[in-house]
């Protein structure tokens, strides 16, 4: 079995200082990975990097970046706007501050449905209800027009695990 997820000898420095150093992950389809380490030690840049989120002064560099077949490092910005958001998302500690505190978390779920899924309507607005009745989101139905400081951390976190 091929692999779903392969990076080869990624690097990732901020003016000339190493932020992560040539790592080497492998997912394959179904496979679950987790990746650990101490505050600082560059697990968010490395994910990061992956989805092409480095501004400079970030410079990345790898030797093999690609995910179901496509070279993330040779792909058009088309291209990698169509995997990363729908099939590659990072989920942040911190909730509160991804989520866009002007909009309804119902809102936010339904613009990433209808970006990567293309959902409309009545069926959109079904799908968001679903998303947030998975990760567990107690009364789904008035949360969903809820803003994010009405929510606790726990739910904001959750709104986000259900975009991704």
């Known amino acids: 079995m091929s692999d779903l997820l392969t990076i080869r000898n990624l690097a990732v420095s901020f003016n000339g200082l190493p932020a992560v150093d040539r790592i080497d992950i492998s997912v394959k389809p179904g496979e679950v990975v987790g990746v ?3 505050s600082g030690s ?3 840049v490395t994910m990061m990097a992956l989805m092409g989120l480095i501004d400079a002064p970030g410079i990345v560099t790898a030797d093999q970046v690609t995910f179901n077949g496509v070279d993330l490092l040779k792909a058009s910005a088309r291209q990698r706007r169509k995997i990363i958001g729908k099939d590659i998302a990072m989920v942040f500690q911190d909730a509160l501050s991804s989520l866009n505190p002007s909009y309804t978390v119902g809102y936010q779920i339904k613009e990433v449905l209808k970006l ?3 959902l409309r309507g ?3 607005h079904q799908r968001a209800l679903e998303l947030l009745d998975q990760v567990g989101i107690p009364d789904a139905k008035s949360r969903i027009d809820a803003f994010p400081h009405q929510m606790s ?3 904001n976190q959750r709104v ?4 991704a």
Do not use: P, R
């Open 42 to 44: 560059g697990k968010s």
């Open 116 to 118: 990567h899924e293309g």
């Open 153 to 155: 951390g726990g739910m």
């Open 36 to 38: 650990v380490g101490e």
């Open 160 to 163: 986000m695990i259900a975009m």
């Open 122 to 124: 009545a069926k959109l």
